[in-house]
């Protein structure tokens, strides 16, 4: 079975620029979950879409958006970028169901901003 | 404060020891534990996970979950250089679900041959 996918792996931008970042769910998993893990602040999550609707929100500013397509893929939206969103981005997939739901997660993007 | 507090370290130890990894936190919502590994330049992998209170063990592994203290633990016995990565403690107050995994800081462990 293969795991979660998440491309670019890396990506450099610059203040000011949009990104956009995908991932690929294990297949058969209808969760989709975005965290943002930097040295300061560590791991946090960004939100979780399931079945193309977004379940749940992180702490995060507006800049900061997903969706969820109908095959599950989902992608991350950050504008505006400012150098604080320096960071690893993961994604984790679960099958989303309520009970015993482990989170996998991709390698991760690592975004710098400039 | 932070929701979930865990030493950074880094934690240094000889090959064989045991190493001892905790975490504190402050929501009494929180019940559902894990810990996760995570080496360099990969996405952290689930280790083991714990409901509640109690102790649970997998080969090497055990984690201890004490909620009355909101302290919990993860023991690695006999540790060996494949065990050096960042293990990272996570809690939720569901499991699945709308699940949002609150995380520690991680801490860095290096077993040294």
Same mark, same amino acid.
Do not use: D, H, M, P
């Given at each position: 079975k293969a795991g979660v996918t998440q491309t670019p792996r890396y990506l450099i931008k610059t203040r000011g620029q949009q990104v956009t970042l995908s991932c690929s769910p294990i297949s058969g998993h209808r969760s989709v979950s975005w965290y943002q893990q930097t040295p300061g602040q560590g791991l946090q999550f960004l939100f979780e879409y399931f079945s193309? &609707?977004?379940r749940n929100k992180?702490?995060?500013p507006g800049r900061f958006s997903g969706r969820q397509f109908s095959n599950s893929r989902s992608e991350m939206n950050?504008? &505006?970028l400012e150098l604080g969103d320096s960071a690893l981005y993961l994604c984790a997939s679960s099958s989303g169901n309520v009970g015993q739901d482990t989170q996998y997660f991709g390698p991760g993007t690592r975004l710098t901003v400039l | 404060q932070k929701e979930v507090e865990q030493d950074p370290g880094p934690l240094s130890v000889p090959e064989?020891?045991?190493v001892?990894?905790?975490c504190t936190y402050s929501n009494s919502a929180f019940q559902y534990f894990m810990w996760y590994r995570q080496?360099?330049?990969k996405g952290p992998e689930l280790l083991m996970y714990t409901y509640s209170s109690g102790n649970k063990e997998d080969g090497r592994f055990t984690a201890q979950v004490d909620k009355s203290?909101?302290?919990i633990s993860l023991f690695i016995r006999d540790s060996q250089p494949s065990d050096s990565a960042t293990y990272l403690c996570a809690m939720s107050p569901l499991w699945g679900g709308a699940q949002k995994l609150v995380?520690?800081?991680g801490t860095r462990l290096t077993i040294n041959p």
């Open positions: 193309e &609707t977004q992180g702490n995060f950050v504008s &505006t | 064989g020891a045991i001892s990894l905790n080496y360099s330049r203290s909101k302290y995380f520690g800081q």
